[in-house]
């Protein structure tokens, strides 16, 4: 079987082809009066709404997003139009002329200060009294906590190359989910889905930011290449893409904790507000997850959720590392920390009372990451050095601090979307005993493919070499969903598994060549009851401790990790060395982002960039050898939710000031210093 060499998506060239740019709006929100622009000289192409022969819509689960502004602005950096031209530099000589006369400008309120207009949904879950609860308490403790746009943590460039070869559309994506590429694509020019081949391209980094965006790419690339009759590349610049391309959602998180006199959690009471950006993107997904986390991980009769999503004139936002979970978990563990250090409890003891052990093995987890990192005895020495002190500006020496906090990862779609889509992979054992697995997911720099090699050759009894992957090309697979949300190790691994073993069933009873598909089914046991807030609302959870011990100076504000220590709830371990690798870089990236957001970056004294070695810390990482889980489940995103939390307890320690928001970087830092 013919295998396809994969290239970075600016590796491709046409000698013939047209590049693709895109004018942007430069207001927030208003009206097209007029758009204005000199006859383009002969090869340039200017596109626009009108210019569309379908769908000017790209679907997602949540509603609908514009292809190209069709009179009406959204938000700053909106699509208008299209120029595709042979020559960049010719292009951009022709947008200067180009003239938008907007009318009707206005503008919304920030996230921060929303009115009750910019609700686009709302969603309540409670259980017990706990408004009655709040009223009578012993003490109530109110925390209000903000997690900030995040950046994206790969700047790898994304992008789309299309063209007909033999008289069918091919369009090249920088993708993790082929099948919504060719659906939009489809739409959007009025063609059959079969009519139309998508094939993946390389790329560098996986952070789940190349779920939906690509496929606004690929239409733009697909449109000029069917308008022009030409190959037609569209890839965006490092600059173009940090500034409009997906970003993480922001979130605003009250908490409401009503205490018995013993400091333990009689009711709690959890507003969760997640910013829109102009249009939805999957935010049923965002509130649904928000909603199941927003409580964290402690038992208590009495719970109340609400959850809002925001509309604001920022650009469409995305999933990003722990989406919906990471900003739900830095709240409740932060508010965890402050309700244990007024009650003045250690706050290891403070979580092992609280937590719902019957749910989770955090309390063994936290014991263990604890014991590793000496949590207890550190955390008491270092704060009664905060206690002894005056004012922390005026200390000659490092100020130390030390966190810990328990949270888990949610792997694939919430609730039933994994049995809903009827995601399937295929394989296909041939004659000659190779063997050909058919997914779109396992995308060809993910490090699960190999496993699921590994794992197929084990179960068939054939050669490694032998077993081959076909996961880049939509005119050969089936639909297996993103290649994301940690669903390759948790869903798509668990497939080929068990197409390996309905293979082997038949294999001495059937002739070569057998063919088996398998489709995704939710376990039964611990399915998720919403009306109660139990149960796993995903297709399964990896659970993670983690402390963070760092170092403040007081006077440059400059950070210095002393360790981190990580305990893993993962089910089986398919590959100790490479599980390690993967939470220590994302943990290196996590603890760089808590430093770090877009107005940060906008300062050239502090720039966005990967620890060099001397910066590095020691990291400990340990698995759970007895697992509650039959099956092998994500890691990904672990990093990114465990470090904010602990990592802002270590700091809050250390500084004697109580942070409440994510991420810090130094100026933010100096000013709560100064306000205490």
């Not at 009025?190 to 239409?219: G, H």
């Not at 990192?373 to 000659?396: G, T, V, W």
């Not at 496993?451 to 490694?464: C, D, H, S, T």
């Not at 007895?626 to 939390?645: A, E, T, V």
Request: with cysteine; charged share 25%.
């Amino acid at each position: 079987m013919e295998h396809r060499r994969i290239q970075y998506i600016d590796d491709y060239f046409d000698s013939s082809m047209l590049y693709v740019s895109i004018v942007r709006s430069q207001v927030e929100r208003g009206n097209i009066n007029m758009i204005s622009y000199p006859d383009p000289p002969d090869g340039m192409f200017v596109l626009g709404a009108q210019d569309i022969p379908g769908e000017n819509r790209i679907h997602l689960s949540s509603g609908k997003i514009p292809l190209l502004a069709e009179g009406v602005i959204r938000y700053l950096g909106q699509p208008v139009l299209l120029i595709a031209g042979e020559n960049r530099r010719d292009m951009d000589e022709f947008a200067r002329y180009v003239s938008i006369d907007y009318r009707n400008i206005t503008v919304l309120p920030p996230f921060e200060n929303y009115f009750d207009e910019q609700v686009i949904k709302e969603h309540s879950l409670s259980r017990g009294n706990p408004g009655k609860v709040l009223k009578t308490a012993f003490q109530v403790l109110e925390g209000n906590y903000y997690v900030d746009e995040t950046l994206p943590w790969s700047l790898d460039a994304q992008g789309a190359f299309a063209r007909f070869e033999d008289g069918r559309l091919v369009v090249y994506s920088s993708t993790q989910w082929l099948h919504h590429v060719q659906s939009t694509v489809a739409r959007v020019l009025s063609m059959r889905q079969s009519d139309i081949t998508v094939r993946r391209t390389a790329y560098s980094a996986q952070f789940d930011e190349k779920l939906w965006y690509p496929s606004f790419l690929a239409a733009y690339a697909a449109l000029a290449s069917s308008i022009s009759g030409k190959s037609a590349k569209l890839v965006l610049s490092a600059n173009e893409l940090l500034y409009n391309g997906p970003r993480g959602t922001p979130v605003a998180i009250t908490h409401r904790s009503a205490m018995d006199k013993n400091g333990n959690l009689a009711a709690i009471d959890v507003t969760v507000n997640l910013e829109s950006g102009a249009f939805p993107v999957y935010s049923d997904e965002a509130l649904q997850r928000a909603s199941a986390a927003a409580a964290g991980n402690y038992t208590c009769e009495n719970v109340s959720v609400t959850t809002r999503l925001i509309e604001t004139t920022r650009r469409p936002l995305d999933f990003s590392p722990g989406a919906g979970l990471a900003g739900c978990f830095f709240a409740s563990e932060t508010h965890a920390s402050l309700i244990a250090e007024v009650s003045q409890t250690d706050p290891l003891n403070w979580k092992l009372r609280n937590l719902n052990e019957k749910e989770s093995p955090l309390a063994e987890l936290l014991s263990r990451a604890a014991a590793a990192s000496d949590f207890s005895r550190k955390h008491a020495a270092y704060e009664l050095a905060k206690k002894r002190r005056s004012n922390p500006e005026q200390e000659n020496r490092p100020l130390r601090g030390i966190g810990i906090a328990g949270v888990y990862q949610g792997n694939g779609f919430f609730g039933r979307g994994e049995e809903t889509e009827r995601f399937k992979v295929t394989a296909r054992l041939e004659s000659e005993g190779d063997l050909y697995i058919y997914t779109s997911g396992l995308s060809g720099i993910h490090k699960t493919a190999s496993l699921a090699q590994r794992r197929a050759a084990e179960i068939l009894g054939v050669p490694r070499d032998g077993v081959h992957i076909i996961n880049d090309d939509t005119d050969r697979i089936p639909d297996s969903g993103p290649s994301g949300l940690s669903r390759n190790i948790t869903v798509v691994y668990r497939l080929v598994e068990r197409c390996c073993e309905a293979i082997k069933k038949k294999r001495f009873r059937n002739p070569l060549p057998i063919e088996a598909s398998r489709s995704f089914r939710m376990p039964a046991k611990d399915r998720w009851e919403e009306s109660q807030l139990q149960g796993s609302p995903y297709a399964a959870r990896t659970w993670a401790a983690c402390v963070v011990e760092l170092e403040l100076n007081p006077i440059l504000l400059e950070k210095s990790i002393r360790g981190v220590w990580v305990a893993v709830d993962c089910g089986e371990v398919l590959h100790r060395h490479r599980a390690e690798s993967s939470l220590e870089t994302g943990i290196l990236h996590a603890i760089e982002g808590c430093t770090v957001n877009l107005k940060n970056l906008e300062d050239p004294e502090s720039p966005f960039h990967l620890p060099n070695l001397l910066d590095i810390p020691p990291v400990s990482i340990s698995f759970s050898r007895n697992s509650r889980q039959k099956f092998p489940s994500g890691i990904g995103d672990l990093p990114y939710i465990m470090i904010p939390p602990a990592f802002t307890a270590a700091l809050s320690q250390a500084s004697g000031v109580y942070f409440d928001r994510f991420p810090l970087p130094p100026r933010k830092i100096h000013q709560y210093m100064e306000g205490a």
